[in-house]
């Protein structure tokens, strides 16, 4: 079964109370970081133990476990708790309470986990860790990139005055987003990722260990709803929280986040609405490309502007039109002459999907 918090596989978790049976199943974890993230809050941290007072006060009780054929021990309505549906609305949205039964004059309510709750409320917090980094940005960023003065300098403005700006680039394979983003690794304090392979264990993890700046994410509109839950935080306050063991730890990062992907159809609207500046490319022309490719991978890759050049002409004529992928190409290089360009790029062409190759 899923986790009605995580939506992630659960084998042994904890039941959530329903009508006549249980409505689903909860990580310990992902009750106790909810709880910890609620209390955070004063005046909800007090809900929350007058809730698990009354109930423990209350149980067993046989009506809440005939209605809940045994899935809860007790259950209340809010005028017995004396505390208003709107309050209550939080800590539903939360999982951290359930409706047991509903009918068109009452509504029941149980809490989820009401040991796990408890244990969590009463775990001392441990110290919140807040890290900060001056970003010291060098003479040549961007040079390789031909045009977007403009974003050149709103960028480096962001990342050298400490301006909170989250910027999502978007564009189809061979414009400037995916550049920008390797231009951008360059820089201290980064960490890259992949939204097809992130996941909210890895990056939160990644946060801890790597105390990054700036965030490159590519692939944005493949990242995961769990890998979405992070990020939504991390963009919004820098908090990263992390729950094992009845214990957590808490992290406040100074980030900047630039990702990019080649759509936004498919980010979810809540992390889209994270980022402050969204930027849409076009595709670079030919002779852009070539320019492109030859103070790139001269610059970085240790060949010729000749040779990059020639890299650049195969790649956009017979492969994908993908700065990466001439990157690549410039890394297989036995010799540095144009054959054995030709013989990367015959390779490549031999074992690509179709799609991806031009006649």
Same mark, same amino acid.
């Given at each position: ?41 004063? /005046? ?12 423990? /006060? ?9 209605? /809940? ?73 961007? /040079? ?216």
């Amino acid at each position: 079964m899923l986790c009605n918090i995580c939506y992630q596989e659960v084998d042994n978790g904890v039941i959530v109370p329903g009508f006549q049976k249980a409505a689903g199943i909860c990580h310990e974890d992902c009750i106790t970081e909810a709880t910890l993230k609620i209390a955070a809050d004063p /005046s909800k941290e007090g809900l929350l133990r007058h809730l698990v007072e009354y109930e423990e /006060s209350r149980t067993p009780q046989d009506r809440a476990r005939d209605i /809940s054929d045994g899935s809860a021990d007790v259950c209340w309505e809010w005028t017995e708790v004396n505390i208003p549906y709107y309050r209550i609305r939080p800590l539903l949205d939360a999982g951290l309470v359930t409706v047991v039964f509903r009918t068109n004059r009452s509504t029941n309510y149980a809490l989820v986990g009401r040991r796990i709750i408890k244990e969590a409320l009463n775990t001392e917090e441990q110290t919140t860790e807040e890290h900060t980094e001056t970003v010291e940005i060098p003479a040549d960023l961007f /040079s390789c990139i031909i045009g977007y003065e403009d974003i050149k300098e709103e960028i480096k403005f962001t990342l050298t005055h400490g301006k909170k700006n989250h910027y999502l680039l978007v564009g189809p394979p061979a414009t400037a987003k995916s550049l920008f983003l390797m231009e951008l690794g360059r820089l201290r304090a980064t960490y890259s990722a992949t939204g097809s392979r992130v996941t909210a264990a890895g990056l939160t993890d990644a946060f801890f260990n790597y105390k990054p700046n700036i965030l490159l994410l590519d692939e944005i509109d493949k990242v995961s709803m769990d890998a979405t839950a992070v990020l939504l935080s991390a963009m919004e306050t820098g908090d990263i929280l992390v729950t094992k063991y009845k214990t957590h730890q808490q992290l406040k990062l100074d980030l900047a986040v630039f990702a990019a992907g080649n759509t936004d159809r498919n980010v979810a609207p809540e992390l889209l609405s994270r980022f402050d500046t969204k930027l849409y490319f076009s595709s670079y022309s030919f002779a852009d490309f070539i320019t492109i490719c030859g103070k790139y991978l001269s610059a970085y890759e240790g060949v010729s502007e000749e040779l990059a050049e020639y890299i650049g002409r195969q790649t956009w004529n017979l492969l994908d039109k993908d700065i990466r992928t001439a990157r690549g190409i410039a890394r297989q290089i036995r010799e540095p002459v144009s054959t054995d360009v030709d013989r990367i790029v015959n390779f490549r062409k031999k074992y690509a999907k179709m799609s991806e190759v031009h006649a």
